[in-house]
């Protein structure tokens, strides 16, 4: 039975850089743990000694040759961006004014 | 002929007209642009109409054939995108709020492959927001409605892609599927839906939701329509890291020799863990009747036992919303896409929250949350790494079932075509319909849905067919000579028990059915 607290989500909210609101936290509180509870019977066949698939169709050494290719067309990328200043993505200062 | 005759033609109809001169490009395109703006107001499948470049690229491909040029296929025959598939020139928003707008600097590898077939481009189709539903009730543009029943889901993340096939907004058209985006929604429209072997279809441009499990795929109203599409899209691409080595398999041939309706020798493989209880009567009932009718096409039917098939929902609940908590930490509000100012101090990790928490709907937090949840620290061995362990599990589920059978098939859903609101509050509802179709994605197999009759409620119901990994003309082979059977009962492709579409001013409309059309006698 898991038992996933809303500070547990808050908490969850901050590492995936997403604001919720407290509504919103609560209402993933609850889902959250009736689907962790759905999903949680895995163990019973998931054991140690099975090998873990992350790939479906198992490929080796990818590699393409190294020859330069054109970039994407810049101005084209600055007409998307939110803010840009000399050819710069202008964001706001990582850290707070303390 | 006129404009409506030409929306009613499939893809390989409309490429003889025009290969035989018999109608243009540009009429072609004309006749779609028409029907859309006649229905999509009631169907809402598209969320961007491409006219002037489809035009554009149809009277390019009419002067092309006057001066006498060797052209592809399908070149002429219009064809509309799922609109998590990025295109230079028209807005790419993956359904959601957070690419409001975005144009595209790039066209994915699908689009070159489209363009360089010369197939006009309709538009951009609706869906679920970043791929993340089975209804396309969390596009942030609104939901599409089921040409079948306007009152109706048409199924999801892609059914704008489907709903415009079925109604005649377009002869074909790409979606994708990563648990059954492409497949449900052609069962629940009547069409003809793949998802092509992991790796087979480039996601070079395709806006990633989960980067194991999505694939790429056509969406026809028949086998040999879908085929073509199949065999425009597929091969090799050096720019998508899992893109398969290999030539692909004929899917056009496959689609043809099996028109011919000759299954002697072929083994039908069917799931024990895929029918049953919790599937619709009707379902059943359709899938019952396309078993006898494979076996009067020769074919040996047998049951395979896939044990591990009842843990696929809950590996696929854990791996894919891990996957795409990190696939979607790149929507910040930095480089591109929504940027929300919040309120002081403001810094960057603030702004990126900010940009973040407005832009995206609740089904698309429900999965970051869940997916960090099942990566964070101490977690991993009891979620995400047991999830990939019984991936392998089931990949040995299938591969043992595979030796006993040449293809394995299953209903694609187990219901028909829901009404709007009633799986909305119920999340897990939601995603328990996608339990037949999740397992193909966690192997990375290649699978199919083609309409197998209507229920009893009127409703289509798909037939779903999956074969073992670069195998995909099995799916066509098989599919083909099902479709041409079941037509054969029914007297017509079951499309066209769809009634007119009517706007809704003129009132609600329910399917016309002739009676005993659409269900096997």
């Known amino acids: ?98 | 002929m006129s404009a409506s005759d030409l929306t009613r033609l499939s893809a390989a109809e409309l490429s003889d007209q025009l290969a035989s001169g018999t109608t243009t490009a540009v009429a072609a395109t004309e006749a779609h642009l028409a029907r859309i703006a006649e229905v999509d107001p009631a169907v809402h499948a598209y969320l961007h109409v491409n006219a002037d470049g489809a035009l554009r690229t149809a009277r390019e491909v009419d002067a092309k054939r006057a001066a006498g040029e060797k052209l592809p296929r399908l070149a002429g025959v219009p064809i509309a995108l799922k609109d998590l598939i990025v295109t230079i020139g028209m807005p790419t928003t993956a359904g959601s709020k957070m690419l409001e707008g975005w144009l595209s600097p790039y066209d994915a590898t699908v689009v070159e492959r489209v363009k360089a077939a010369g197939m006009p481009i309709l538009g951009k189709t609706n869906m679920d927001e970043f791929a993340m539903g089975a209804s396309t009730e969390w596009s942030a543009y609104g939901p599409t409605h089921n040409p079948w029943d306007l009152g109706r889901i048409p199924g999801g993340s892609g059914g704008g892609s489907a709903a415009a096939v079925a109604a005649y907004e377009a002869p074909l058209a790409i979606g994708s599927d990563t648990g059954g985006s492409i497949r449900a929604p052609s069962a629940f429209t009547g069409t003809v839906g793949v998802k092509p072997t992991y790796g087979s279809i480039s996601r070079y441009g395709m806006i990633a939701m989960a980067s194991s499990l999505d694939q790429g795929g056509p969406v026809g109203r028949t086998v040999l329509d879908t085929a073509l599409l199949h065999e425009v899209l597929a091969g090799h691409d050096p720019r998508d890291s899992t893109s398969l080595p290999d030539a692909p398999p004929d899917f056009v041939a496959a689609a043809l020799r099996g028109r011919k309706g000759d299954l002697t020798g072929v083994r039908v493989g069917v799931i024990k863990q895929l029918h049953g209880e919790g599937y619709q009567p009707g379902v059943t009932a359709r899938f019952d009747e396309a078993l006898e009718v494979l076996r009067g096409l020769g074919a040996s039917v047998v049951e395979v036992d896939c044990p591990h098939f009842a843990y696929a929902f809950d590996a696929y609940y854990l791996i894919m919303p891990a996957e795409a908590s990190s696939n979607l930490a790149r929507f910040d509000g930095v480089r591109y896409g929504l940027r929300v100012t919040p309120e002081p101090p403001v810094t960057a990790e603030r702004m990126m929250a900010a940009s973040r928490g407005a832009g995206f709907g609740p089904e698309v937090k429900r999965r970051i949350i869940l997916g960090t949840y099942a990566l964070a620290a101490g977690h991993f061995d009891e979620y995400y790494g047991a999830a990939l362990r019984v991936r392998t599990l089931i990949q040995q589920d299938f591969a043992r079932a595979f030796e006993q059978a040449d293809v394995l098939v299953s209903p694609t859903a187990p219901t028909t075509a829901f009404r709007f609101g009633e799986k909305l509050d119920d999340p897990l509802a939601m995603y328990k319909g996608d339990v037949a179709t999740i397992p193909a994605n966690l192997a990375g197999d290649p699978a199919m849905s083609l309409p197998s009759g209507l229920s009893d409620d009127g409703l289509p119901v798909g037939f779903q067919i999956i074969a073992p990994q670069r195998a995909d003309d099995r799916l066509y082979y098989v599919g083909a000579a099902l479709e041409a059977a079941l037509e054969k009962r029914w007297g017509a492709p079951l499309l066209s028990n769809l009634s007119e579409i009517t706007l809704p001013s003129s009132g609600a409309q329910s399917p016309d059915l002739a009676p005993g059309k659409g269900q096997s006698q």
């Open chain 1, 1 to 98: 039975m898991s038992d996933i607290s809303s500070d547990e989500v808050a908490r969850l909210a901050v590492m995936a850089a997403l604001d919720l609101t407290a509504a919103e936290i609560a209402q993933l509180t609850s889902e959250l743990n009736v689907i962790v509870d759905s999903v949680a019977n895995l163990g019973k066949v998931a054991t140690l000694d099975v090998p873990i698939t992350s790939h479906p169709v198992p490929l080796e050494n990818v590699f393409r040759a190294d020859v330069p290719e054109p970039s994407i067309d810049l101005a084209e990328v600055w007409a998307m961006a939110p803010e840009v200043e000399a050819d710069m993505f202008v964001v706001p200062r990582m850290l707070s004014e303390d």
